[in-house]
């Protein structure tokens, strides 16, 4: 079976990287897909993301992911509408080890923009022109690679990713993992 992002039971998407079935995130009711609580997350959480030694960064649970904002402070900020008042930067999948290491510091109804399945695409690794995009309600349908690009390719981001990511964004450089998972043009 090749590696990739697939779908079982009520639409869930579980990944296959290496031969290894994985179910790495957590779904709208803050339990991880094994039926085990994880932390207590629901979508509105606002999560602080510390940067090594170079402050923070800010994150919000969605109903599949978390919306990370383009703020960053030095010290670890509790002002929640502050926080949710920045444009969003990017919005991913998140492993649940990630959150076990970030900081809840409140909740925040979601808007609606926030609700829902985070736009994203995959693209067939021996047909390359073939992409497929999911929207917001969860729906699919055939994309060309160049529909696909500035969307986030169809995957679960590992902490230290994201934290990386995050980095670049507050330094202003482009980042490695991102440019590695951009859609492919034929």
Not at 12 to 40: A, I, Q, T, W
Not at 134 to 157: D, K, T, Y
Request: negative net charge.
């Amino acid at each position: 079976m090749p590696e990739g992002v697939f779908t079982v039971g009520v639409g869930r998407p579980v990944m296959l990287l290496m031969g290894r079935l994985v179910c790495p995130y957590l779904d709208g009711s803050g339990k991880e897909m094994s039926g085990k609580k994880s932390h207590s997350w629901v979508p509105g959480d606002v999560v602080g993301v510390p940067l090594d030694d170079r402050g923070f960064a800010y994150g919000r649970i969605r109903e599949h992911g978390v919306a990370f904002y383009d703020f960053f402070t030095q010290r670890l900020e509790n002002d929640l509408g502050l926080i949710i008042s920045h444009d969003i930067a990017f919005s991913v999948v998140v492993h649940r080890s990630a959150l076990r290491r970030w900081e809840k510091l409140g909740s925040v109804s979601l808007e609606n923009h926030l609700e829902g399945y985070i736009r994203n695409f995959r693209q067939d690794i021996q047909y390359p022109e073939q992409c497929v995009v999911m929207n917001e309600e969860g729906q699919e349908f055939s994309a060309s690679p160049e529909e696909c690009i500035g969307l986030e390719r169809s995957s679960v981001w590992e902490r230290t990713h994201v934290e990386d990511r995050l980095k670049d964004c507050r330094d202003g450089r482009e980042n490695v993992w991102v440019s590695m998972l951009s859609v492919k043009l034929v």
